[in-house]
């Protein structure tokens, strides 16, 4: 059973105040974002962010010792990778996808692009066992590091009054969620014009650019914005007609093999990142439902400028490319085919120039304070 406590913060992250590590940590939320769902097993202390915040930055954690979770997603590009299309992991080996922001993800229902882990706790443990990624055999070497390391010792004590063999891959993942937990990010020129009153926060192209996202451009009806804040995500799948081409008309036998191996023990985490075709399922891996062919989550818009390419494969270099992809009902060409499973309120939207500029405009509008250099 999980229910919410005020938590989140003005900049990205450590604006935070001293309490004991029994008290839930309580900071004021940035303009335009409600407050951070935060589970009952796990609750937010000042120590488990502080470890979180560590073993989210510790490059031993993988096989080569190159590789940590900041790695793909670094501060200083918005929590991601960018401008990589998809991630590398260890000796550069790549997988299939396209990082997504650390920043607000825990607002999200589920994680990573396909939904597979239904919250931040039970993401933080996957890419260390991923062969593309930190590709570890096992949570062995962590746990060594962790319950002998002097700095490591202290911090899970004071996280978890935990020591020794007492210390599993549980307390590890709890505290990294933790740490992204506080990775809240809002203040953007948007949030101080919609929802701050300030009526100069935003250009008059931007403002422009809001009327289209609302109206002939029907954004809104998957990056959500409502009356007191905006996460810009429904948290829904869809088939977007991106990089299905390749699969569309293989998908029954692509299909059969996936489920036979699936049945089979074989790891979907790794079966995804591993294989381009395979990684096209989307949600349908994970749900085995026909309906989310190819189906992939919504991502927030916020500092969606600083966070290029875009789409779960990176295809779509800039804003403007990702306008006309949509402009065209799902296409990049005019003449692209599209697939049967694309969702179905994808359709050619009919903007003119400028409206495509504006909306470009409105986007660059959603980028926080702290990531506007």
Request: net charge negative; hydrophobic share 35%; aromatic share 8%.
């Amino acid at each position: 059973m999980r229910h919410s406590v005020v938590v989140s913060v003005v900049a990205v992250v450590f604006m935070l105040s001293v309490q004991a590590a029994v008290d839930p940590l309580t900071v004021k939320q940035p303009l335009g974002l409600p407050s951070v769902p935060i589970p009952q097993d796990n609750p937010l202390t000042k120590e488990k962010v502080e470890l979180g915040d560590k073993l989210f930055h510790d490059k031993r954690f993988s096989k080569t010792g190159e590789v940590s979770c900041a790695t793909c997603h670094a501060r200083e590009k918005a929590f991601t990778d960018s401008p990589l299309k998809v991630s590398e992991g260890i000796n550069k080996l790549t997988g299939t996808r396209n990082a997504p922001t650390v920043v607000n993800s825990a607002y999200m229902h589920t994680q990573f692009w396909d939904g597979r882990e239904s919250d931040l706790e039970g993401q933080a443990g996957q890419p260390f066992l991923n062969p593309v990624e930190m590709a570890l055999e096992d949570y062995e070497p962590i746990l060594k590091i962790v319950r002998t390391d002097p700095a490591y010792v202290e911090l899970f004590k004071g996280a978890f009054g935990k020591s020794g063999n007492d210390i599993t891959i549980k307390e590890v993942t709890q505290a990294i969620a933790s740490f992204e937990r506080t990775i809240v990010s809002g203040n953007s020129p948007f949030d101080r014009y919609l929802y701050g009153g300030d009526k100069k926060a935003m250009s008059e192209s931007a403002i422009r650019g809001l009327a289209v996202f609302n109206g002939q451009g029907r954004c809104v009806s998957c990056h959500t914005i409502e009356q007191t804040y905006a996460l810009f995500t429904d948290n829904r799948f869809h088939n977007l007609n991106v990089g299905f081409q390749r699969i569309d008309k293989d998908v029954k036998e692509l299909v059969t093999a996936f489920s036979k191996a699936k049945a089979a023990g074989t790891n979907v985490d790794i079966a995804v990142l591993s294989n381009k075709n395979t990684s096209e399922l989307g949600r349908f891996a994970i749900s085995d439902a026909w309906s989310d062919m190819g189906g992939f989550k919504t991502p927030t818009l916020r500092n969606i400028a600083k966070t290029a390419p875009y789409m779960h494969d990176g295809s779509l270099e800039t804003l403007e490319d990702v306008v006309n992809f949509y402009n065209n009902g799902g296409k990049v060409k005019e003449n692209d085919p599209v697939n049967g499973f694309q969702s179905g309120g994808i359709r050619p939207l009919d903007l003119s120039d400028r409206q495509k500029k504006d909306l470009v405009a409105f986007m660059e509008a959603l980028t926080s304070p702290e990531f506007e250099k």
